[in-house]
């Protein structure tokens, strides 16, 4: 495990970008495949794999480079690493960025299961204030922590890691149809 974290953080320094997309990418396919397994209880013969391929790239293409850019947009607009920094930070990630992020991750997903956008609207509707309220029990927590013990180009990868339950959750709010 040692030498997997080593290996990790080096590819991290060299490639942070890269890495912090494939890390996305990756844990939200893992979030499908728990939803698929553990919450909706598929079974493996049942699994769908084609809707495993689509949440990961939304992962890879959507939740990698734009969480990966918010947070150095973050980092910038708000300096230090005092308590009051990253209580900032929090609040500025769960009133600005996180109701924004939810409806486009939820408005991406309808698209790419085929909703029509009025089936869209209407799952949005449905799904986007339960999903919300929900963010909102386990993101502040998590958040604090990572913007005052975290440095910048890990944050994507600890947030992904807590995250494996929460794209589980939205993998399952997303696809419920």
């Keep these: 495990m ?75 607009l708000v300096k230090g690493g005092t308590k009051t920094a990253a209580l900032k930070k929090m609040l500025a990630d769960q009133v600005c960025f996180a109701p924004l992020f939810l409806g486009c991750f939820l408005g991406i997903s309808g698209t790419l299961n085929k909703l029509s956008m009025e089936q869209n609207v209407a799952k949005l509707k449905r799904d986007y204030a339960d999903a919300l309220i929900t963010n909102y029990y386990i993101w502040p927590a998590v958040q604090i922590a990572n913007f005052y013990f975290v440095p910048l180009h890990h944050r994507l990868a600890v947030v992904q890691i807590v995250a494996v339950a929460w794209n589980s959750y939205l993998s399952w709010k997303a696809n419920k149809m």
């Design 2 to 76: 040692a030498t997997l974290w080593r290996s990790y953080q080096a590819l991290m320094s060299k490639h942070p970008w890269k890495v912090q997309i494939i890390t996305a990418g990756s844990l939200v396919g893992v979030g499908d495949v728990i939803s698929q397994q553990l919450i909706e209880r598929r079974g493996l013969a049942s699994h769908n794999v084609k809707r495993t391929a689509k949440m990961m790239s939304i992962g890879f293409f959507f939740v990698g480079p734009v969480v990966g850019g918010w947070y150095k947009v973050l980092d910038n």
